[in-house]
């Protein structure tokens, strides 16, 4: 049984009632019911076919024939049986979530997403909802799939963040290589605090070259402004353009990328690589994917840390029948200096990060993740004589709330801590924000 009629079945659970009508009518159209409920959906088909001219303009009668003519592959007989149910009962539910299907097995995907949205507006239980959010997924699927389509997105933040420069906390510092001289640190050095405000966009493009093979390409970019502290603002651009080839249930995609990343309105690095991907579809509530990227690290003014980076990694997501998303995923890291003699400028690495999210209500999405990195560095710190060596923690909650159509509005925290047996490299830092969404 495929998860399209898995959905259907459950969308059975919206009402239908039986009139009172004659007694061979009854059993023949009782029997289809329990047909259908049965997942034999042909056989009720054939059954309730022949009754068309009889009953044709009755809604039990039509809706029973628009079920079992979607699940038989008659798509437009469904059509027909299903807008006669409506001309009548403009508030039947059940037969909205039908003709929906119906129109997306036509390929009609935006008719088909707009009976999908007037079921979902409508008071039906949490467990109807997600079947029917899954059918909007799927119809999305499918546009993307077969059309050229454009996204983006607008985006105001405004928040606070203690540690703006990642900076640790200290106000003097020990230098081995000075038989343990005090240096004291200037303002700058040390961590600073502030509130800020960050202003974010970005549009994606996806063009169809065959069935299975499309192009990609996306622009993004933000500004994070700090008040008061102009000199730890910060910039940043991303381009990419790639290929992504669909097989079955799977995804493949080569992209290449470009960063270019701005501190107090001055060139700091730029990155530049590739991203190779491979996404698994187990079945529908399970997902798996590995990837592997590379990047060419270019400091502006600090050719010193000039670097080859590779990460690779894989992720899991599962979701359960109540709704909720469970991930996690799990990667490496080998960054090599360019640098000659200077082994302390490249580390290797790994991480983990699990997390999860729910929908509490149609407008209401909770998620949070934590993650854990751990970097050995290649070689000894000159002023501190030891090689470095930091573990990392990363916690993120936070929730988005859909304020309109394309609106959205989501309030975050996040925490991170660096630990390091160099003191120098440790700190800490809050981040609370709120964000305003628009999406096109």
Excluded: C
Excluded at 26 to 54: F, M, N, S, V, W
Excluded at 129 to 135: K, L
């Amino acid at each position: 049984m495929n998860n399209f009629t898995k959905g259907a079945l459950l969308l059975l659970s919206l009402s239908i009632s039986m009139p009172i009508w004659a007694e061979d009518s009854q059993d023949a159209l009782r029997h289809a019911q329990d047909l259908i409920a049965a997942g034999k959906t042909k056989e009720a088909y054939l059954l309730l076919e022949p009754l068309e001219t009889k009953h044709a303009g009755e809604p039990f009668y039509d809706l029973l024939l628009g079920i079992a003519a979607v699940e038989s592959g008659q798509s437009t007989r469904a059509v027909f049986a299903l807008e006669r149910v409506l001309s009548l009962e403009p508030n039947n539910a059940r037969a909205r979530a039908e003709i929906a299907r119906a129109y997306l097995a036509l390929g009609e995907i935006d008719t088909a997403r707009q009976e999908f949205k007037t079921v979902r507006e409508q008071d039906i239980s949490p467990e109807i909802a997600r079947t029917i959010d899954h059918y909007l997924a799927a119809a999305d699927r499918i546009d993307t799939a077969t059309r050229t389509t454009i996204k983006g997105y607008v985006e105001v933040t405004l928040g606070y963040d203690s540690n703006v420069n990642a900076g640790p906390d200290l106000n003097s510092i020990a230098i081995p290589s000075f038989g343990g001289l005090q240096f004291t640190l200037d303002k700058d050095s040390r961590a600073n605090r502030a509130a800020f405000g960050t202003l974010a966009g970005g549009a994606t493009l996806r063009h169809p070259l065959t069935e299975s093979l499309a192009l990609t390409t996306g622009l993004s970019g933000w500004k994070k402004m700090n008040n008061g502290k102009s000199r730890f603002d910060t910039a940043s651009v991303d381009a990419n353009v790639g290929l992504s080839w669909q097989q079955e249930r799977n995804t493949y995609s080569l992209t290449a990328q470009y960063n270019n990343f701005w501190l107090d309105d001055k060139d700091y690095r730029r990155a530049a690589g590739l991203t190779a991907q491979w996404q698994h579809n187990l079945n529908a509530r399970n997902q798996f994917s590995t990837f592997v990227q590379y990047s060419d690290l270019d400091y502006d003014k600090q050719h010193i840390r000039d670097a080859d980076r590779w990460v690779y990694g894989a992720a899991y997501a599962h979701a359960l029948r109540t709704g909720e998303i469970i991930f996690a995923s799990i990667y490496g890291i080998a960054e090599k200096e360019k640098a000659k003699q200077q082994p302390q400028m490249g580390h290797d690495g790994y991480g983990i990060r699990v997390g999860a999210q729910t929908k509490s209500s149609q407008q209401l999405v909770i998620f949070g993740n934590i993650s854990l990195e751990q970097r050995d560095y290649g070689g000894e710190e000159p002023a501190f004589l030891k090689v470095r060596d930091d573990t990392q923690l990363n916690i993120n909650l936070g929730a988005t709330y859909s304020l309109a159509k394309q609106w959205s509005l989501t309030p975050r925290i996040s925490h991170t801590k660096n630990s390091s047996n160099i003191e120098l490299n440790e700190y800490k830092r809050t981040m609370a924000s709120l964000a305003l969404r628009r999406d096109f």
